[in-house]
């Protein structure tokens, strides 16, 4: 697997952001999947880092992250 220098991963982050400035804006998980998956070169699948995520990480401990606080938060704001 050829792995991107780090010199290469923010050449590529800064392509992105060109893309979309606002940082903040994520179109869903299944984007930052394809984004993280392309910083080891492209010989990661999308599909294989998304299965390893969900096998890593249970239920409860998706619930004490501070994304799930936040996803909460504004589920309450925007009822």
Known sequence: ?????????ISKNNRL?????????????HDFMKTFAS???????KEDVERNFRIA???EDFEKTKLY?????WIKTNK
Do not use: A, S, Y
Not at 1 to 9: D, I
Not at 17 to 25: A, C, E, G, H, Y
Not at 69 to 73: G, H, S, V
């Open 1 to 9: 697997m050829k792995l991107l220098t780090r010199k290469q991963k």
């Open 17 to 29: 952001r060109l893309k979309n400035p606002d940082i903040l804006q994520i179109c869903n998980g």
């Open 39 to 45: 910083f080891f070169g492209g010989n990661l699948k």
């Open 57 to 59: 990480n249970t239920k």
């Open 69 to 73: 606080q936040n996803i909460q938060e």
